[in-house]
């Protein structure tokens, strides 16, 4: 079993940044891909970010140049610092951990808010 708590979230204005944190507990193997989904009101869950053992990333194209992911993996912890934020940022964010056969494992999502 894995654990996934998420933090970091929060409400900003308009160009505002954060930084999400996921911290990884349990039996985790030694490759594995850590990223973050986001869900907001009235859309479908999309991908923003992930980020596997070696420091391979991909992002969604409407946050490049914005968002940088990055992870501890002798800490067990993965990042998202979230720079120049739009009030289409704004979602629910989950932190996710597929290893093995793609088993995948959730965080319980942070609250993200941007204002204009």
């Known amino acids: 079993q894995v654990q996934l708590v998420e933090s970091g979230g929060g409400s900003v204005q308009d160009g505002g940044s954060l930084r999400l944190s996921c911290q990884a507990s349990g039996v985790i193997f030694g490759f594995n891909v850590m990223g973050w989904y986001r869900r907001a009101p009235g859309k479908e869950r999309e991908l923003v970010a992930n980020?596997?053992?070696?420091?391979?990333?991909t992002y969604q194209d409407s946050v490049k140049g914005r968002f940088t992911i990055s992870r501890d993996n002798a800490k067990g912890t993965m990042y998202l610092q979230m720079n120049n934020l739009r009030a289409e940022d704004t979602a629910v964010y989950y932190c996710y951990l597929v290893q093995g056969v793609n088993r995948a494992y959730w965080g319980q999502g942070t609250q993200v808010t941007v204002s204009a």
């Open positions: 980020i596997n053992t070696s420091g391979t990333t």
